[in-house]
């Protein structure tokens, strides 16, 4: 039953979604009603609650949804490619790699605001690497990939700590970065990351089929006809540059990339086709909903959107796994 | 007439190992069925890998309806051979008829990677999936299935593929002997019906020389022997590659060829 119903949960979650946007743009220190809110998302003007919502609130919001589904779609991709339901788009050095790439740039040059395209380039560079070390001759093995990528993320996080220990005066800006978080949002800053997310997600879908097969193993992936080197590189490629844009935009958000893809996999299905649309809505959704939650939570103020990402995320992870688990010693 | 897998001067080589395999030179009749045997390490399933371009000779040329292998697109390659695994296994819940929906994926056009629903891929998955008579479990988790029903799903997803060239590796290592005489009829069936080309590696010598028109004995890499079943079961290499006797008898029936533990 749950497989027959992908174009009503595309139209419920695309409903959730929207839900979530105009709550995300409700609430903020000046108090806007709801109907006005609605009436100026759809007819912009020149009055100061318009500008409140379309330049401050909704890059913001924007910018939480497409981390969101970058995140998601990037998790699903990893998943297939490792053959791992645990993976997430972090696991080949990606985070590290950001990590690092943000560290230097605020010690050298802090004046700069380098942050997010410095941890951008450190992000693909290290998935490249570990990507480098494990293609030895011929068949990359998924395996030694995600081994490459374990030792050069704990490289990566080695040298970074090193880094910040020498400057220590940056720790609380690497700190919050690494927790991630969407802070002083605007669409200067955004339509770049926007652009190359949602045009990398579009280049991702095609291969729908191809990564059905991967669930069976490489082999077989190459005996029903897939091109198996040539899509990994590609998928790799396009899944590390939705993470880094990601990344770019909000540090290291967690949790989004591992949970969303098997949340939505229990509604529609393994199948990519399904999988990958409704994963990038639902983790719009959500990151938007936690980042809503972060910036306005009740009684402490702002917290970062990660930690709102891990609180929710972990708990119905572990509630997932559970019911997994009693449903495969039920035999089914 | 056309061969459906042939072999010229083919010689492969892991890594920098200096154990080698090949050369090798040989073809396969389109329509037959023909059975490989050999000991534990002969170098079967490196030949079936070989044939399926999953490995890449270091030299000579392996042809699929005499056409070299090497110069075949993935999908132009997956049309003509498909590959039959001893086990599969996936940590993901696709039902099994995703998993024979899989079989497909040469035969989709860009449009239909979206949704592929034409009547054509309808049909050639819901044949396949009545013809190993998998249709009362197509909506179970493959992982969920025992031995037998996943090998059936296996050969289903190959039938999907629609090749007329089928490569079995050990089909029914994993099932009991009512699941293996069905699924070895069913190959039978194949060949004789749809004039398909089957190349099997297999163990059982009792049962081989039952169902293949031919069979060829590797031994270390190389092709020690081919010919049909009688000449090749009696031959005295048998007992030299495998190192134990064997009973020779003749089936009270067919009388064809087996061998039995002495």
Redesign the interface.
């Known amino acids: 039953m749950r ?1 027959v119903g992908f174009a009503t949960w595309l139209g419920v979650l695309t409903l959730f979604l929207v839900a979530s946007i105009i709550i995300g743009v409700l609430y903020g220190p000046t108090p806007i009603p709801l109907m006005q809110v609605v009436a100026i998302l759809f007819h912009p003007t020149a009055s100061i609650n318009s500008v409140i919502i379309w330049q401050i609130r909704l890059p913001r919001v924007a910018a939480a949804a497409l981390v969101g589904g970058a995140l998601a779609i990037s998790g699903a991709v990893m998943q297939a490619l490792l ?3 645990l993976a997430d788009p972090y696991i080949v050095g990606a985070s590290a790699g950001a990590g690092l790439g943000a560290i230097l740039a605020q010690d050298f040059f802090p004046a700069l605001g380098l942050v997010g395209p410095s941890a951008f380039i450190g992000s693909v560079a290290a998935v490249g690497l570990s990507y480098g070390l494990a293609r030895g ?1 011929g068949r990359i093995q998924m395996l030694t990939l995600i081994l490459a990528g374990y030792a050069v993320g704990i490289i990566l996080s080695a040298v970074g700590t090193f880094l910040m220990l020498l400057n220590r005066e940056n720790l609380s800006t690497i700190f919050a970065w690494e927790i991630g978080g969407i802070h002083g949002m605007t669409w200067g800053r955004l339509w770049v990351p926007a652009l190359l997310i949602l045009l990398g997600s579009m280049a991702i ?6 990564m ?2 991967f ?3 490489d ?2 992936a ?7 080197e040539r899509v990994q590189f590609f998928l790799l490629l396009a899944a590390s540059l939705l993470t880094a844009a990601a990344v770019y935009l909000s540090g290291l958000i967690g949790f989004v990339g591992l949970v969303v893809p098997h949340v939505v ?1 229990r509604l529609s ?3 990519h ?1 399904r999988l990958l649309p409704l994963a990038f809505i639902a983790g719009a959704t959500f990151l938007v909903i936690a980042d809503t939650l972060a910036e306005h939570f009740p009684g402490i103020g702002t917290l970062p959107v990660g930690l709102i990402t891990a609180f929710l995320g972990g708990p119905y992870f572990l509630y997932l796994l559970n019911r997994q688990n009693r449903r495969a010693v039920g035999g ?1 | 007439m056309t061969s459906g897998l042939s072999f010229n001067q083919v010689k492969f080589r892991w ?1 920098k190992q200096s154990d080698t395999f090949g050369p090798i030179t040989g073809r396969i009749a389109q329509g037959s069925f023909v059975g490989l045997i050999g000991p534990n390490g002969a170098g079967k399933s490196t030949l079936l890998r070989l044939s ?3 490995l890449k000779p270091t030299a000579g040329e392996i042809s699929l309806f005499d056409r070299p292998i090497a110069q075949m ?3 132009q ?3 003509l ?3 039959v ?1 001893q086990s ?1 296994s ?6 099994v008829e ?2 024979v929906e ?2 497909r ?2 035969h ?1 056009n ?1 449009r239909q ?4 629903v034409t009547l054509a891929h309808r049909q050639a998955v819901s044949q396949a999936m009545e013809a190993t008579g998998v249709v009362a479990f197509s909506r179970r ?1 493959f992982s ?1 299935l025992s031995g037998g029903e996943a090998q059936r799903v296996l050969l289903a ?1 190959a039938l999907a ?1 629609n090749t007329p060239l089928l490569l079995l590796d050990e089909p029914t290592a994993h099932l009991d002997p009512g699941h293996a005489r069905h699924f070895l009829e069913l190959v039978q069936e194949l060949v004789y019906r749809q004039h398909k080309t089957v190349l099997m590696a297999y163990h059982d010598l009792a049962t081989v020389g039952l169902y293949c028109d031919a069979l060829w004995l590797m031994h270390q890499g190389q092709v020690l022997m081919t010919g049909n079943p009688e000449t090749v079961l009696s031959s005295p290499l048998i007992s030299q590659v495998y190192e134990t006797g064997f009973v020779h008898l003749s089936h009270p029936r067919s009388h064809k060829p087996m061998l039995l533990f002495p």
């Not at chain 1, 879908?205 to 191809?210: A, L, R, T, Y």
């Not at chain 1, 190459?222 to 198996?228: D, L, N, S, Y």
């Open positions: 497989r053959k791992n339901p001759k879908w095609p291969f729908s089929p191809d059905n097969a669930l069976l193993g082999e077989q190459h005996h029903i006809g897939v091109a198996v996999r299905g393994p199948q086709r089914m | 890594g399926a371009a999953y697109t993935p999908s390659r997956a049309r051979v498909s590959v695994p599969l996936t940590n993901f819940d696709l039902t995703e998993v899989l079989g994926l040469s989709l860009l990677r979206f949704a592929p988790p969920a997803m593929q």
